[in-house]
């Protein structure tokens, strides 16, 4: 086997996953995620040649995953809903209570379902994948006080469509 083609396939053997995950996080569905991942995987497969030496594979695929996701949007203005589920985490903290975990998930898919693609983006890009503004605006092709206002109107209207989410965290401990 070609060498190149056995690093790209080890790539995407161990990094789909997580590309999934942010990709799911970024459409609210498990179909439309994987779309997203394919076509920003193919596209990666294209620019295989100068990224494998650079180690910024994960990176390019990511970036190129929400220039994709920016340009569906901008494609497609259509009422949104979340149908599938949202993914298992793995390992998992057992000592917390499965009702609580069930609540939890079901008000944070039905708080997000609520926001706009964009406003799912800066916080999946924030929060969950822990970027900076700067790196958040990057990705998206936006400036970053974009980033500032979309987040900071993110994170309003989740407290004012699910104010239980807040109530949920101080149950845990969370102060966040």
Same mark, same amino acid.
């Given at each position: 086997?070609?060498?190149?083609?056995?690093?790209?396939?080890?790539?995407?053997?161990?990094?789909?996953?997580?590309?999934?995950?942010?990709?799911?996080?970024?459409?609210?569905?498990?179909?439309?995620?994987?779309?997203?991942? =394919?076509?920003?995987?193919?596209?990666?497969?294209?620019?295989?040649?100068?990224?494998?030496?650079?180690?910024?594979?994960?990176?390019?695929?990511?970036?190129?995953?929400?220039?994709? $996701?920016?340009? #569906? #949007?901008?494609?497609?203005?259509?009422?949104?809903?979340?149908?599938?589920?949202?993914?298992?985490?793995?390992?998992?903290?057992?000592?917390?209570?499965?009702? =609580? =975990?069930?609540?939890?998930?079901?008000?944070?898919?039905?708080?997000?379902?609520?926001?706009?693609?964009? $406003?799912?983006?800066?916080?999946?890009?924030?929060?969950?994948?822990?970027?900076?503004?700067?790196?958040?605006?990057?990705?998206?092709?936006?400036?970053?006080?974009?980033?500032?206002? =979309?987040?900071?109107?993110?994170?309003?209207?989740?407290?004012?469509?699910?104010?239980?989410?807040?109530?949920?965290?101080?149950?845990?401990?969370?102060?966040?």
């Amino acid at each position: 086997m070609n060498p190149l083609l056995s690093e790209f396939d080890s790539f995407v053997r161990t990094r789909t996953p997580a590309l999934l995950r942010s990709a799911y996080l970024l459409t609210g569905d498990q179909h439309l995620a994987e779309d997203l991942v =394919q076509s920003a995987l193919a596209r990666t497969h294209r620019s295989w040649n100068r990224l494998h030496d650079s180690g910024n594979a994960e990176a390019y695929t990511r970036k190129t995953m929400y220039h994709l $996701q920016v340009s #569906w #949007w901008r494609r497609r203005r259509v009422a949104e809903s979340m149908p599938g589920d949202l993914p298992e985490p793995r390992g998992g903290d057992s000592t917390r209570d499965h009702a =609580q =975990q069930t609540t939890i998930r079901l008000t944070l898919r039905a708080a997000l379902a609520k926001l706009s693609a964009k $406003q799912r983006a800066v916080l999946v890009l924030r929060f969950f994948e822990d970027r900076t503004e700067v790196e958040a605006a990057e990705m998206l092709g936006v400036t970053a006080g974009t980033v500032k206002s =979309q987040t900071s109107k993110a994170l309003a209207r989740l407290r004012r469509v699910a104010p239980e989410l807040a109530e949920l965290y101080v149950m845990e401990g969370t102060t966040r």
